[in-house]
């Protein structure tokens, strides 16, 4: 069974760091694209970050390029989201998702995901 579950989320101050961690379970992260996306309150699922099957392939939402880096570890079938130099307007429910690699993708489209976690908070606040 396929599983994707975030964690790392919580308060922090502005300017402050964050990690997220998305472990994968029943599939293996090579085969698919990864995908960070983030929802806040009245606004609809924005792409935050992806990565592909090589770690080079890489997309940042303008907002976060330069403050935030996404990796991940194949031996531990996880991805991660490291967050620098938060703002307040990085609040918001962080979810991971997983797009079975096929072709040409949009990482910023949700619709092109198969699978979702349940989400983390993060919060941004002095």
């Known amino acids: 069974q396929l599983q994707l579950v975030e964690s790392g989320g919580g308060l922090v101050q502005p300017g402050g760091s964050l990690r997220l961690s998305c472990a994968a379970s029943g599939f293996t992260l090579d085969d698919y694209l990864m995908g960070w996306f983030r929802q806040a309150p009245g606004k609809e699922r924005e792409g935050v970050s992806a990565?592909?099957?090589?770690?080079?392939?890489?997309y940042y939402l303008d907002s976060v390029e330069g403050r935030f880096t996404i990796s991940k570890d194949n031996a531990k079938n996880t991805v991660y989201l490291q967050m620098d130099k938060m703002k307040p307007e990085d609040t918001a429910i962080y979810y991971c998702?997983?797009?079975?690699?096929?072709?040409?993708?949009?990482?910023?489209?949700?619709?092109?995901?198969?699978?979702w976690g349940q989400g983390t908070q993060v919060t941004v606040s002095a």
């Open positions: 998702g997983a797009a079975f690699l096929k072709g040409s993708q949009d990482p910023t489209n949700p619709m092109e995901y198969d699978y």
């Open positions: 990565i592909g099957n090589s770690a080079e392939q890489t």
